[in-house]
């Protein structure tokens, strides 16, 4: 049985109404009742707000507010100045669309007026026999649609989709091809969705989030429940060409510390300061993934060549950092750079500007055999086996200590060779990696930014206000949140206005505009009103004096002392972090860790 388009837009309709996740979790078990296997990936898809995977470097849809305010023109019969006029009124396109044909309808008794309309099979009043498949189809041939004579193709598909939908069903089409759905349920809401309706219960959501971790395409995992049962997800194992979730690190300042939490010994190794890269091999086919698994293979062509020439395994999937290093000396040099090879255009020319060594620190995946539960150790040797070594590639440098005063010694020798610091590795039996997960297993140790704060955080924009004096009229100061993944919302830290080059503030405008919001966005939990609210998207690097208590900040309210949250004082801009989606921001669970450390240490000190 094909599945209604309207049973989306209703669900939709429904879950801009709430803002409580209960709620939301709600609905969205009742859509999954109501979803036919065979299109589970793709409504989950939607729900994401995508028509797939964004590292399988698939093309996105390509549609500009212009070519839909025509599409939407031509299905409806009304100038496309009419049509902005309204939606500037009403607040957006989907809304105006949906006005629009609202209006249509009734005047013409329930058949839609106009000339493309009979391309549209007839429904009574307002109702429309769009399926899923249908709308997800056209979407894509939208997205697919490239090169020359790609925009009228675009514009007809467009037109033809929303002439046939009805005022609802428009308005959430329209919303979607503008990356505007804004419905607030994040992944974490999806997955225990799908545990409640094909695994009897949330608590089977650690099922469903194993699997994700190991391939991270939530759409075939929500097939392979729907088809196949959750037993099916129990022996999931990575594959080459799906990216795997990464594992991350906590962090600590204290040598002693770090020691103690990792059991006594650990194996340390050059934290080093570039990005991470997921290198997938199957044979003469490479693909590399980023942090939050973007496909970057073709802004590493020099990295592929190396893969290919230096992985011996037929199969593999190993991790590294891709650092820029001054060829003439084989020296480190810092994150900045390599983020300059991201701006260039044509990546021949930053390959040669800015050349890359690629320092290995673990695999996950060798011909068949999955090591995600293996130890370290194992993986390490495995890792070793499987490569050759040189200049521009090798094994992350690291040694094994069991005292505080060599891994001191280490962390030194780290950052005079241009390292960020250094991680340091639990090597026992239980030392598995733990796909998508930070944890106590991997403790990064960074070199302090001469401040009282040991280490910076990752904070998301959520909003921002307008600066005065020099900065009048302009973007000066913005409002920060941590990431709360219990609740799925960005909770308020500070606001920070200072450590911005001019260089940085002149871009803010351009780069804030795609996500700038009329109203708060749902998952953003603030209680102070920025001049503008910001969808939760960019991640920005924080370095402060302290953290502090504040009473008007929502991260971790209530913890450390009742009508109270925790803020940082003196906050200081340190660089954009374009590699980091808002879901690997800083958590509020992490800053309150950090606001604990900073009281013992205070109470030791005194
Ligand atoms: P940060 O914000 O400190 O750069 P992160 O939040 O990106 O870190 P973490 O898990 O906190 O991620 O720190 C680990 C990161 O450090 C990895 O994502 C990886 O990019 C980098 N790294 C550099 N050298 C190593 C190494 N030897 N082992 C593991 N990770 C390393």
Redo the contacts with the bound molecule.
Sequence with gaps: MPMPFSVIAETFEKLERVTARTQMLLYLVELFKKTPAEVVDKVVYILQGKLWPDWKGLPELGVGEKLLVKAASIALHISEHQLERLAKRVGDIGKAIEMVKNEQLKKTGGRAPGLLAFMAKPGSAGESTLTVEKVYETLAKIAVAQGEGSRDIKLKLLAGLLAEASPKEAKYIARFVEGRLRLGVGDATIMEALAVVYAGSAAMRSIIERAYNLRADLGMIAKIVTTQGVEALKNIKPEVGIPIR??????LSDPLEILKKLGGRALV?????????QIHKKGDKIWIFS?RLENITHMYPDVVKMALENIKAEEAII???IVAIDPETGELRP?QVLMRRRRKHDVHVAMEEIPVAV?L??TVYVNGEDLTLKPLPYRREKLASIVNENDTWQL???TIVSDAEALEKFFLQAIEDG?????A?AIHDKSIYQAGA?GWL?I?Y?RDYKSEMA??V?LVVIGAFYGKGRRGGKFGTLLMAAYDPESDTFKSVCKVGSGFTDEDLEKLPEMLAPYIRDTKPPRVDSAMKPDVWVEPALVA?IIGAELTLSPIHTCCYGWAKSGAGISIRFPRFIRW?P??SPE?A?TTKELYEMYLRQLRKLEETT
């Design positions: 990464p594992m991350l690190a906590e962090r190794e050059y934290k080093y300061d570039g990005e991470r890269a942090r991790e590294g950092e994150f320092y620190f673990d992350a440098k690291g390292a960020e610091g250094i991680m590795k930070r991997w990064k960074k280490d910076t990752d690097e972090r590699d980091k690997d800083t």
